[in-house]
């Protein structure tokens, strides 16, 4: 009986010995959650210098929280703070949204409506002008629309582009208009392509959160992430 369980007993020994240098072996992978934008803004010039695999996930911030919940993300960047008790916020940064234009658009008209604070005025020629938007970022345009000019954003926009990256690339040196947030839009307008409009009265501003679980494995690997971020802010 001996020598018959002895052999597969050493090579289970042998394959458990192995199984477990593989994982120490093995890189980490961190999953994180974020907008496109986002993520070309901080952490795409980043990502061949990291000592971990990385994958990045897209979507919308409610299904982010509850991926982050199950355990199927480790980090997510969002403005929503949700309300799953296995779950932690931490604010770092917030972002500002913004009217900007192409630098080649005529707005002076406008900027002198609004320098009169004409605000009913300058809104019914903001919607005579061409727009730039995207499908899933809608609501910039919408929260924005309704702070500053008191009504809902009755008119469409004219190209609805992938993403806000697009939205600058074509709104470099050329005319039209786009509300987007304004760390996306900095280099553009420190370059001349794009003019900042208007920040509005009372700006419209979100908080930025880093979201974890409460309990993690990767806590030195989602700090490394996070100070990445923070210096991108």
């Not at 005319?175 to 304004?182: C, E, H, K, L, R």
């Not at 409460?214 to 990445?228: D, N, P, R, V, W």
Request: aromatic share 10%; hydrophobic share 35%.
């Amino acid at each position: 009986l001996y020598n018959y369980v002895i052999d597969p007993l050493k090579k289970l020994e042998t394959g458990e010995q192995h199984f477990h240098k593989r994982a120490l072996d093995e890189r980490i992978t961190i999953s994180i959650g974020m907008c496109f934008e986002t993520f070309q803004y901080t952490l795409e010039e980043h990502i061949a210098q990291l000592p971990f695999n990385l994958i990045i996930k897209f979507g919308e911030y409610p299904q982010m929280q509850q991926d982050l919940d199950n355990g199927l993300l480790d980090l997510i960047i969002t403005p929503q703070k949700g309300n799953q008790q296995n779950l932690q916020y931490e604010a770092f940064s917030k972002e500002r949204i913004v009217l900007i234009a192409g630098c080649q658009t005529d707005t002076s008209t406008l900027e002198a409506l609004l320098s009169a604070n004409k605000i009913k005025e300058a809104a019914q020629l903001l919607k005579k002008q061409l727009w730039y938007s995207t499908a899933a970022d809608m609501d910039h345009l919408k929260n924005y629309w309704s702070t500053h000019f008191g009504e809902h954003p009755d008119f469409s926009p004219n190209y609805i582009v992938p993403n806000i990256s697009s939205i600058i690339r074509c709104l470099s040196n050329n005319t039209g208009f786009s509300i987007v947030p304004d760390f996306l839009c900095a280099e553009a307008i420190a370059s001349g392509k794009i003019k900042l409009i208007w920040e509005g009265t009372s700006p419209v501003e979100n908080i930025l959160y880093f979201g974890t679980r409460k309990k993690t494995m990767y806590q030195e690997e989602i700090g490394q992430l996070e100070t990445l971020l923070k210096e991108k802010w």
